[in-house]
């Protein structure tokens, strides 16, 4: 029996802007790094479901703004497969503070 590859594409580049999907009172993040990212010298890094990001709070509430914060992306437009076969997207990319 050949076990599954279920490895998920980045989608996400440095630099983005995505949503928040919890009540920590930030709206939108821009990522600025993924956390234990190894590539190439000079290539952009990404991220896709799962990664560990850290990012700056654009809008939200005030106290939130201009903050750095972790996050975890947890939703991404971009189809991907599990590891039982499926393939799962969204309809919109998103992460938990």
Known sequence: MQPLKARVTRVLPVGCKVETCDNSGAKILRIFTVVGL????????????????????????????????????????KEYRRPNGTHIKFEDNSAVV
């Open 38 to 77: 190894k590539t190439v010298k000079g290539r952009i890094g990404s991220c896709g479901v799962g990664d560990l990001v850290q990012a700056s709070v654009v809008s939200g509430k005030p106290d939130m703004r201009k903050q750095v914060v972790y996050a975890v992306i947890v939703r991404q437009k």
